[in-house]
């Protein structure tokens, strides 16, 4: 089993910028990739960024490209997000999640095996 911590969400102004943490404890050493989804009130959740820790490889939605910012620690099991130049849309709840298998289907929540409990980001106007 994989545990999941997330951290770094809030309140922030439109322009803005946070920096949310998830922390990996448990068998980290058995996942292949690690990503964070965020779903808004009333919508499905979905996928924001994706990073895979051997090669550091990343994925990133359209709608957060050159804006946001995907990166591991390895050595502290530790998945980053950078939010630059934040959105009202951006608001809603993030997720870290935790790949065990190479999926090509990388932005599907059920490509993923492991789940955060998820950090509230608000974005005001």
């Known amino acids: 089993q994989v545990q999941l911590v997330e951290s770094g969400g809030g309140l922030v102004q439109a322009g803005g910028s946070l920096r949310l943490s998830c922390a990996a404890s448990?068998?980290?050493?058995?996942?292949?990739?690690m990503g964070w989804f965020r779903q808004a009130p009333g919508k499905e959740r979905e996928a924001v960024a994706r990073?895979?820790?051997?090669?550091?490889?990343?994925d990133y939605a359209d709608s957060v490209k050159g804006r946001f910012t995907i990166s591991g620690d390895n050595a502290k099991n530790t998945v980053y997000l950078q939010m630059n130049s934040l959105k009202p849309e951006d608001t809603a709840v993030y997720y870290c999640?935790?790949?065990?298998?190479?999926?090509?289907?990388?932005?599907?929540?059920?490509?993923?095996?492991?789940w955060g409990q998820g950090t509230q980001v608000t974005v005001s106007s």
């Open positions: 990073i895979t820790w051997s090669a550091g490889n990343t």
């Open positions: 999640a935790a790949a065990r298998l190479i999926r090509s289907d990388w932005y599907g929540p059920t490509s993923y095996d492991y």
């Open positions: 448990g068998r980290t050493f058995s996942t292949y990739a």
